[in-house]
């Protein structure tokens, strides 16, 4: 019990350690995955009343939080949950929140068939005060070479506001607000988008960021200073910063990374609950296995995680290097190390038309675009962005990309002459490099924001070859274990083979020709141990084949057991069925050879059938077994059975009545000896039958009942009526003829219209008449003991006055 408790405490300890690290590990897993949200030149937001809507894009999906101007988050809205992946513009009409969305669709590219490229689609939806989505459009597509920069609402209609790629114009499209329509009601056909205003650029500038509103549209160019609809709000900067979730939101947030640490956290307590199942087993080799794979897999596993890191460490540098190696050529290009004085009057000046003009070629240059997301001249001291390649200058850095970025000027204040830090905008993966212009008093720097090398569509392609390593070397690894496991193993297998065999009673395997000296010895062992138990086995068998022959049959059957086993005295039970009982007139020397025949046969039947011996009368003379209710081939049975015992000898005359009736079957007796017994409702009945048909030589009488119930139609002839049973019913007796020779059946089939004549006028008490047919009968027939009894019956009755319809009972 002690030992018990235990185990039962070790067992929890392990469940409670289990936990807590899977708390740690999916801790540090969610701080990669988790949403930085703060408040950037690229945020959405709108404010409605009191409450601040606020747009934040994370990976794979854009999220719409309400909030008050402490950032408590009363609502939130997800727009995975209809297939959308980023939130471009948010605006506010009347008492519903407009958003406009976007996602990538597959197209095949017209130039090559075989080729698919990703087009942007976008959708707006209407949500109400709480964000439950209320209204939507279909998707539609814009030019590419325009993005979307602002999205207002007015009176009568929706607005986006685009830019081109280029920054020369801005354009801006009217949607009636009317096309948005149920989630389930989107109609199939194409939305209406109507161009209602556009701008160029002046000569040498270009747009970075317009929007629309109900004071005209409004553009920010390359040389402005963010103000108004273009700076950034104190009051909602500050509400984000402060943004607070419910335990709810976070959960709903995070949804499925949650389930999937559920999921990850019950598959492995089933997998520790198997694993201390099997331990219990004490199963050595299972322990050796387990213990040996599993340290195999955390060493092979740990060491191509750290491969892993260093390839994609090395690709981050090497990728790195690329940018820095191209900022330092820009910043010799455009002759960016020359001193440079930022101040208002040079953004008029020919010199920041030539680097504005250089640093916006850089980004479009074939090779770049795939890479540089922008790069732009970076102050140091104040950490204003003095002239970029997206034009979002005069303006701080963690104003345009966020916080993440101050450690760059930290970094190279520290002499450090190139540097490099991962950050997250909008969702996306980005790393920002940084090269020191001056080298020897750094003023400014060179800044490129660069995509990252590894996304997570791409992790398990950039590291095929090292987890195809990794799959090979632990495979190989294990089969070595495994192989040096099996040979260490392979004569105590052996071994344990022939102990199961000696165990279970199978047959002693061979011994292997190779084994040790240290398990020879146990095979001498195992072999005597085998040969005593076969003897011990034959004993038992000849043992058991001697009482067996003197048991009953089918008692399991017939008292609803499934073994004999569960046979105890003093089960009892009421049943239905056929009554055989067979009466034996032995004669001749070869008697018993002949009964002993009949026996085996009734045997061979019982083992196929539901039949069950009953009893015999110590001389053998009275036979009498039971079918249960469901037999109801109990007369074809008995003509197989009268020619396979006896065929056409007449050295033993064999009769048997068949009977159906209610019985009270049951085991009497003590541990030591039992017997079986039956009394049905009509036995004295069944008896006297018997009696009379062994007495004057019939084979097989069966009952009007069972004639229904086989629906016997084979030869028969009436014997006549026995009496009444226990229900008050006339029992009818009938010979089946089929059971006699084949003489002796064509003579009684010869004779059956004659022999029902006269026992119709038996039956009509014209003795005199019937009494000469039957003796015409037996002239033919001299072994007929039945025609031969009629005789003597009409003979009686014509000297006695009859009365009724007694002379129709045989008198048994």
């Given at each position: 019990m002690a030992s018990k408790s235990l185990r039962t405490r070790i067992i929890i300890v392990l469940y409670i350690i289990s936990f807590t690290i899977s708390l740690f590990i999916f801790s540090a897993l969610m701080s990669r995955v988790s949403v930085d949200v703060e408040c950037t030149a690229y945020s959405q937001y709108t404010v409605s009343g009191g409450d601040i809507y606020y747009a934040q894009n994370m990976k794979g999906t854009g999220g719409i939080f309400k909030m008050n101007g402490k950032g408590n988050v009363s609502r939130m809205y997800l727009t995975k949950s209809i297939g959308d992946k980023r939130i471009l513009g948010i605006t506010n009409r009347g008492d519903n929140i407009y958003a406009v969305l976007s996602s990538f669709i597959e197209e095949k590219d017209p130039n090559d068939p075989d080729a698919i490229k990703y087009t942007a689609a976008y959708r707006i939806i209407c949500l109400d005060k709480k964000l439950a989505l209320q209204t939507q459009t279909q998707k539609f597509t814009i030019s590419n070479d325009e993005m979307i920069s602002g999205f207002s609402a007015d009176d009568k209609a929706l607005f986006i506001t685009t830019i081109s790629l280029d920054g020369q114009y801005v354009r801006v499209y009217s949607v009636d607000v009317n096309q948005l329509k149920d989630p389930k009601d989107v109609a199939t056909d194409a939305l209406k988008v109507s161009s209602v205003r556009s701008k160029k650029a002046t000569e040498g500038r270009f747009f970075a960021d317009a929007i629309y509103t109900a004071d005209g549209l409004l553009v920010r160019t390359d040389s402005d200073v963010p103000a108004g609809a273009f700076a950034i709000d104190p009051y909602i900067q500050s509400a984000v910063s402060n943004m607070k979730l419910t335990i709810g939101q976070l959960c709903s947030l995070y949804s499925t990374y949650i389930i999937w640490y559920l999921a990850g956290l019950a598959i492995w307590f089933i997998v520790l609950y198997l694993l201390i199942k099997t331990f219990e087993n004490r199963n050595r080799s299972f322990y050796y296995i387990v213990i040996a794979e599993a340290t195999l897999f955390f060493i092979v596993l740990l060491g191509t995680i750290q491969i892993a890191k260093n390839q994609a460490d090395a690709r981050a540098t090497e990728h790195s290097r690329f940018g820095i190696i191209s900022l330092i050529s820009l910043a010799d290009e455009a002759g960016l190390t020359e001193n440079i004085e930022y101040t208002d009057d040079f953004y008029d000046s020919e010199r920041y038309f030539e680097i504005a003009g250089s640093l916006g070629e850089f980004v479009k240059r074939e090779g770049n675009s795939d890479i540089f997301y922008d790069v732009f001249v970076y102050r140091l001291r104040d950490g204003v962005v003095c002239a970029s390649g997206s034009g979002r200058n005069r303006q701080t850095l963690t104003e345009v990309y966020g916080q993440d970025l101050d450690s760059l000027a930290y970094n190279i204040y520290r002499g450090q002459r190139y540097t490099a830090v991962d950050t997250e905008i909008e969702g996306q993966n980005y790393r920002a490099i940084a090269a020191a212009v001056d080298i020897l008093a750094p003023e400014y720097a060179l800044v490129g924001i660069i995509n990252s090398t590894t996304t997570d569509a791409t992790v398990f392609a950039d590291n095929r070859g090292v987890i195809l390593v990794f799959l090979l070397i632990y495979f190989l690894a294990s089969a070595l274990v495994v192989l040096v496991w099996f040979l260490h193993m392979r004569d105590i297998t052996a071994?344990?083979?022939?102990?199961?065999?000696?165990?279970?009673?199978?047959?002693?395997?061979?011994?292997?020709?190779?084994?040790?000296r240290d398990i020879k010895d146990m095979w001498d062992s195992v072999t005597e141990i085998h040969k005593r138990i076969d003897e011990i086995e034959y004993a038992k068998i000849r043992i058991l084949e001697a009482y067996f022959r003197f048991a009953p049959k089918n008692v399991e059957k017939v008292l609803g057991k499934k073994s004999i086993l569960e046979v105890q005295s003093g089960d009892t039970c009421s049943i239905q069925g056929t009554i055989s009982m067979i009466g034996l007139d032995l004669k001749g020397g070869k008697t018993l050879r002949k009964l002993d025949k009949m026996i085996e046969n009734i045997g061979v039947y019982q083992k196929d059938h539901n039949s069950i011996i009953i009893g015999k009368a110590p001389d053998l003379s009275r036979l009498q077994l039971l079918y249960l209710h469901d037999e109801k081939q109990c007369v074809r049975s008995y003509i197989d059975l009268f020619g396979s015992s006896f065929g056409n000898s007449d050295h033993a005359n064999i009769s048997a009545v068949l009977f159906f009736d209610r019985s009270r079957f049951g085991v009497i007796g003590s541990e030591e000896e039992s017997t079986t017994y039956m009394y049905s409702d009509n036995q004295d009945l069944i008896t006297q039958i018997s009696r009379f048909i062994t007495l004057h030589g019939l084979g097989l009488v069966i009952t009007e009942t069972v004639k229904r119930r086989e629906n016997i139609n084979l030869p028969l002839r009436f014997v006549g009526y026995a009496g009444k049973d226990t229900d008050g019913n006339m029992v009818q007796l009938y010979e089946v003829l089929d059971v006699y020779s084949a003489k002796k059946r064509a003579e009684r089939i010869a004779t059956l219209d004659r022999y029902n004549e006269a026992l119709r006028l038996f039956y009509e008490k014209d003795f005199y008449i019937a009494r000469t047919k039957f003796s015409d009968i037996l002239k033919e027939?001299?072994?007929?003991?039945?025609?031969?009894?009629?005789?003597?019956?009409?003979?009686?009755?014509?000297?006695?006055?009859?009365?009724?319809?007694?002379?129709?009972?045989?008198?048994?």
């Amino acid at each position: 019990m002690a030992s018990k408790s235990l185990r039962t405490r070790i067992i929890i300890v392990l469940y409670i350690i289990s936990f807590t690290i899977s708390l740690f590990i999916f801790s540090a897993l969610m701080s990669r995955v988790s949403v930085d949200v703060e408040c950037t030149a690229y945020s959405q937001y709108t404010v409605s009343g009191g409450d601040i809507y606020y747009a934040q894009n994370m990976k794979g999906t854009g999220g719409i939080f309400k909030m008050n101007g402490k950032g408590n988050v009363s609502r939130m809205y997800l727009t995975k949950s209809i297939g959308d992946k980023r939130i471009l513009g948010i605006t506010n009409r009347g008492d519903n929140i407009y958003a406009v969305l976007s996602s990538f669709i597959e197209e095949k590219d017209p130039n090559d068939p075989d080729a698919i490229k990703y087009t942007a689609a976008y959708r707006i939806i209407c949500l109400d005060k709480k964000l439950a989505l209320q209204t939507q459009t279909q998707k539609f597509t814009i030019s590419n070479d325009e993005m979307i920069s602002g999205f207002s609402a007015d009176d009568k209609a929706l607005f986006i506001t685009t830019i081109s790629l280029d920054g020369q114009y801005v354009r801006v499209y009217s949607v009636d607000v009317n096309q948005l329509k149920d989630p389930k009601d989107v109609a199939t056909d194409a939305l209406k988008v109507s161009s209602v205003r556009s701008k160029k650029a002046t000569e040498g500038r270009f747009f970075a960021d317009a929007i629309y509103t109900a004071d005209g549209l409004l553009v920010r160019t390359d040389s402005d200073v963010p103000a108004g609809a273009f700076a950034i709000d104190p009051y909602i900067q500050s509400a984000v910063s402060n943004m607070k979730l419910t335990i709810g939101q976070l959960c709903s947030l995070y949804s499925t990374y949650i389930i999937w640490y559920l999921a990850g956290l019950a598959i492995w307590f089933i997998v520790l609950y198997l694993l201390i199942k099997t331990f219990e087993n004490r199963n050595r080799s299972f322990y050796y296995i387990v213990i040996a794979e599993a340290t195999l897999f955390f060493i092979v596993l740990l060491g191509t995680i750290q491969i892993a890191k260093n390839q994609a460490d090395a690709r981050a540098t090497e990728h790195s290097r690329f940018g820095i190696i191209s900022l330092i050529s820009l910043a010799d290009e455009a002759g960016l190390t020359e001193n440079i004085e930022y101040t208002d009057d040079f953004y008029d000046s020919e010199r920041y038309f030539e680097i504005a003009g250089s640093l916006g070629e850089f980004v479009k240059r074939e090779g770049n675009s795939d890479i540089f997301y922008d790069v732009f001249v970076y102050r140091l001291r104040d950490g204003v962005v003095c002239a970029s390649g997206s034009g979002r200058n005069r303006q701080t850095l963690t104003e345009v990309y966020g916080q993440d970025l101050d450690s760059l000027a930290y970094n190279i204040y520290r002499g450090q002459r190139y540097t490099a830090v991962d950050t997250e905008i909008e969702g996306q993966n980005y790393r920002a490099i940084a090269a020191a212009v001056d080298i020897l008093a750094p003023e400014y720097a060179l800044v490129g924001i660069i995509n990252s090398t590894t996304t997570d569509a791409t992790v398990f392609a950039d590291n095929r070859g090292v987890i195809l390593v990794f799959l090979l070397i632990y495979f190989l690894a294990s089969a070595l274990v495994v192989l040096v496991w099996f040979l260490h193993m392979r004569d105590i297998t052996a071994l344990e083979g022939a102990l199961s065999a000696t165990a279970l009673g199978g047959e002693m395997p061979e011994k292997p020709v190779f084994i040790g000296r240290d398990i020879k010895d146990m095979w001498d062992s195992v072999t005597e141990i085998h040969k005593r138990i076969d003897e011990i086995e034959y004993a038992k068998i000849r043992i058991l084949e001697a009482y067996f022959r003197f048991a009953p049959k089918n008692v399991e059957k017939v008292l609803g057991k499934k073994s004999i086993l569960e046979v105890q005295s003093g089960d009892t039970c009421s049943i239905q069925g056929t009554i055989s009982m067979i009466g034996l007139d032995l004669k001749g020397g070869k008697t018993l050879r002949k009964l002993d025949k009949m026996i085996e046969n009734i045997g061979v039947y019982q083992k196929d059938h539901n039949s069950i011996i009953i009893g015999k009368a110590p001389d053998l003379s009275r036979l009498q077994l039971l079918y249960l209710h469901d037999e109801k081939q109990c007369v074809r049975s008995y003509i197989d059975l009268f020619g396979s015992s006896f065929g056409n000898s007449d050295h033993a005359n064999i009769s048997a009545v068949l009977f159906f009736d209610r019985s009270r079957f049951g085991v009497i007796g003590s541990e030591e000896e039992s017997t079986t017994y039956m009394y049905s409702d009509n036995q004295d009945l069944i008896t006297q039958i018997s009696r009379f048909i062994t007495l004057h030589g019939l084979g097989l009488v069966i009952t009007e009942t069972v004639k229904r119930r086989e629906n016997i139609n084979l030869p028969l002839r009436f014997v006549g009526y026995a009496g009444k049973d226990t229900d008050g019913n006339m029992v009818q007796l009938y010979e089946v003829l089929d059971v006699y020779s084949a003489k002796k059946r064509a003579e009684r089939i010869a004779t059956l219209d004659r022999y029902n004549e006269a026992l119709r006028l038996f039956y009509e008490k014209d003795f005199y008449i019937a009494r000469t047919k039957f003796s015409d009968i037996l002239k033919e027939t001299p072994d007929d003991d039945l025609v031969k009894w009629y005789v003597f019956e009409a003979d009686r009755y014509l000297n006695e006055n009859v009365e009724g319809d007694a002379h129709k009972i045989i008198h048994l």
